[in-house]
């Protein structure tokens, strides 16, 4: 029979809580029953922490952490680091050496130090600090021409061009610029433009030629547009009039209702 494992637990503001002081410890949280958890979920105001480290914690978006993304958060840690012994050193400096490159993810956090350190002239360096990270973030949220090539409207110091990016956006929408912002990018502006040609292709066709009075698309002339208010206003009315008269008709065969009944009398039981 196998030995039941023994869980500590310490009295912390008078509360019985598992007390974490090693690796191991971290892993057991991954076992670790939820009926035993002091709370399973806390509001991100309530937690006394980096507020962006808990941001990118809340996996849901929903302003509270519960246990799956405590779980997570120790399952990605685990999964990205070859070695776990500075975990519980308090430290904001990565050794890049200590990154797990079997798979992409970890492959793609050696790339991204790389090009932050390259950028801070320490290229030879096989350490990253928060700080550093932090410093080159702030660049790229203050420069509204992200890496990617998503361009923000306020990167255009003629008005024009600025009102004709912002046009971009609020027409196709936009790519999300490293300060949150939405931008545009190549594929969004030549969909814009390919957007506008069929818009304007379509318009032309609505132009009544010089010495004519109607076209296949305006077969009202000038009060075509006045006509499609008018029947715009009453749209729904008259889908529910045919709904209920194919109402009606499918009653009438089914036996519901009366078949003798008259024409006058269905009008009525419609208008009902």
Request: charged content about 25%; overall charge negative.
């Amino acid at each position: 029979m196998q030995k039941a494992k023994r869980i500590m637990f310490k009295n912390i503001s008078q509360i019985a809580q598992k007390e974490i002081k090693t690796i191991k410890g971290i892993k057991a949280v991954l076992v670790l029953d939820e009926a035993l958890w002091s709370a399973t979920g806390a509001s991100i105001d309530n937690i006394n922490c980096d507020t962006l480290f808990i941001q990118y914690m809340d996996i849901d978006h929903n302003s509270r952490i519960m246990c799956f993304e405590v779980k997570e958060a120790i399952n990605w840690t685990l999964k990205n680091l070859t070695s776990t012994g500075h975990l519980l050193e308090a430290s904001d400096i990565l050794s890049l050496d200590d990154i797990n490159t079997d798979h992409q993810e970890g492959r793609d956090i050696i790339a991204s130090a790389s090009q932050i350190l390259e950028r801070l002239n320490n290229s030879r360096e096989r350490k990253i600090s928060l700080a550093q990270i932090r410093s080159i973030k702030e660049k790229l949220l203050e420069n509204p021409v992200s890496e990617a090539g998503v361009v923000l409207p306020e990167a255009a110091t003629d008005t024009h061009k600025r009102r004709y990016l912002s046009d971009i956006v609020a027409t196709v929408g936009g790519i999300p610029h490293p300060s949150g912002k939405s931008g545009v990018n190549s594929e969004k502006l030549n969909e814009f433009i390919e957007s506008g040609t069929q818009y304007l292709s379509w318009f032309k066709k609505g132009m009544i030629p010089e010495n004519e009075q109607t076209t296949p698309i305006m077969p009202l002339g000038m009060n075509t547009h006045g006509a499609y208010r008018s029947y715009a206003a009453v749209r729904e009315k008259i889908d529910q009039y045919f709904h209920l008269c194919a109402l009606i008709s499918f009653s009438r065969h089914m036996g519901i209702i009366d078949p003798s009944l008259s024409r006058e009398a269905e009008d009525t039981l419609i208008k009902q």
